[in-house]
C-alpha cells in the first residue's frame, strides 16, 4: 500500500499529488537531510504523497466515517471541513447513529431556545446551501478577489512586484496562498498592496533574533487571484526559470519587476549611471527584448551569477529605461523613484 522511497530516489525534485507542494519533513541521515516522501494508494494507484499529506489522509481512513447516510434525511451529502473532511456527527454514542450537518443543527441548535419550526428552518437552510455548493466555514478576513480582472496600472504592476518578490504556495486545505514581506523601510509599499486588494487581513510582524531586523509580512488565501496570477506565469514555489506571459510589453509590470529584484547605482563620480536586475535566464532574456523594443540602440548586458543571472544598463541605455519606466505613473517604490527620478533627468558630465 505505502512505502518510504529510497534514499536515492528521494534525492530527485518530487511533487505532492495531493497538495502540489515541493517540500516535505527532512529526515535526519548519515548522507545528511533527506527529503521523506511516501507512497499512498490514491483513486487505484500508487502517488507520491508528503509527510503532512500522508498523516492526514491515514488520519482520514481511520476516524471519518466512509459512504455513510443521515439517519434523518437520508442523504449521504454533508457539510464539509476546510481540510476536505466530511462531518458526520454521532448523535447517539450507543447505537452510533450518524446526522448530517444540517440535520444535527436542527435537532440540536447549539442548545439555543428556539420554536421547532425555526430549528428545522435552519436545517433546511444548509441543506439548500450545500445542494448549490456553498462552501461553508466562517471568513474571517475578506478581499476583493476581481482586482487582476481588470486593465489597470495597479492590476499590471503587483503581478511583476509578485514574480520577483511574493511568494505562492499551497496551504494546508490545497487553498493557494500568497505572501509578500518587506523590510520595515518598505512597510508603506505593503499598505498601498492591501489597499489595492481591499483587504482586511492583517499586516503581521517579523523580527528576525539573529540580526534583530524587522519584516513585515501580509499573507491571504485566495484560489481566483492565484489562477490569474498562474496566467501570467506565477506558479506555487519559486521558479528558477520563471517568465513573463501576457504582460511582455507593458512597462507597469516591468517596472513591478524591478522594484522587486532590480537596483539603481546613480553617478557619484566614480562609477556612472547603471541598473542591474536579478532573475531567471527567461525573465531577463524578455526584459532585454521590452528594451530594445523600446528604445533605440540600446546596450544590454546578461551575466549568469551561479543559479540566476544579472541584466546591467549602463549610461544613456540605463537613463532612458529609468525615464520609461517610472515616469508619468501612479504606483512605484518611493526610493526607486526617487533614483529613477535623479537618475532619468541626469545629464553627461554632471
Given amino acids: 500500500m505505502e512505502s518510504v ?83 458526520w456527527i454521532k448523535a447517539n454514542y450507543g447505537n452510533n447513529i450518524l446526522l448530517c450537518k444540517a440535520c444535527y443543527a436542527s435537532t440540536r441548535d447549539k442548545g439555543r431556545h428556539r420554536p421547532q419550526e425555526a ?17 461553508f466555514g466562517r471568513k474571517r478576513y475578506y478581499l476583493d478577489e476581481s482586482v487582476f480582472d481588470t486593465d489597470t496600472e495597479e492590476a499590471a504592476y503587483w503581478p511583476g512586484f509578485l514574480l520577483t518578490h511574493g511568494y505562492v504556495y499551497a496551504g494546508k486545505t490545497g487553498n493557494p496562498r500568497i505572501a509578500l514581506t518587506l523590510s520595515e523601510k518598505d512597510y508603506l509599499h505593503l499598505v498601498m498592496f492591501r489597499n489595492f486588494l ?25 484560489r481566483h487571484i492565484s489562477e490569474r496570477l498562474r496566467e501570467y506565469g506565477i506558479f506555487p514555489m519559486k521558479d528558477p526559470d520563471a517568465k513573463v506571459i501576457g504582460l511582455e510589453n507593458n512597462r507597469h509590470f516591468w517596472r513591478g519587476v524591478f522594484d522587486g529584484d532590480g537596483y539603481f547605482n546613480n553617478k557619484d ?24 523594443k523600446n528604445i533605440s540602440n ?14 546591467y544598463l549602463y549610461s544613456d541605455t540605463a537613463r532612458g529605461v529609468a525615464k520609461l519606466l517610472y515616469s508619468d505613473c501612479r504606483i512605484s517604490l518611493d526610493r526607486k523613484l526617487v533614483d529613477a527620478q535623479r537618475m532619468s533627468y541626469a545629464k553627461d558630465g554632471e
Fill in 269 to 292: 563620480g566614480k562609477d556612472g549611471d547603471r541598473m542591474v536586475l536579478t532573475g531567471s535566464n527567461d525573465l531577463c532574456a524578455q526584459f532585454e527584448e521590452f528594451i530594445k
Fill in 119 to 135: 430549528r428545522n428552518n435552519i436545517g433546511i437552510g444548509i441543506r439548500k446551501a450545500l445542494d448549490k455548493g456553498v462552501e
Fill in 298 to 311: 540600446a546596450r544590454v548586458t546578461i551575466r549568469k551569477i551561479r543559479e540566476y543571472f544579472k541584466l
Fill in 198 to 222: 481591499k483587504c482586511t487581513n492583517p499586516i503581521q510582524q517579523i523580527k528576525k533574533v539573529t540580526s534583530h531586523k524587522s519584516f513585515y509580512s501580509l499573507r491571504f488565501s485566495s
Fill in 5 to 87: 522511497l529510497s534514499r536515492s530516489q528521494s534525492l530527485t525534485p518530487k511533487k505532492c499529488n495531493i497538495c502540489d507542494g515541493t517540500s516535505t519533513l527532512l529526515e535526519n541521515t548519515k548522507r545528511g537531510l533527506i527529503p521523506h516522501w511516501y507512497h499512498l494508494q490514491l483513486n487505484g494507484s500508487n502517488r507520491l504523497v508528503c509527510k503532512k499529506c500522508y498523516v492526514r489522509q491515514k488520519w482520514q481512513e481511520k476516524h471519518v466515517p466512509k459512504n455513510e447516510i443521515c439517519n434523518l434525511c437520508r442523504k449521504s451529502t454533508t457539510v464539509v471541513s476546510r481540510y476536505g473532511t466530511p462531518i
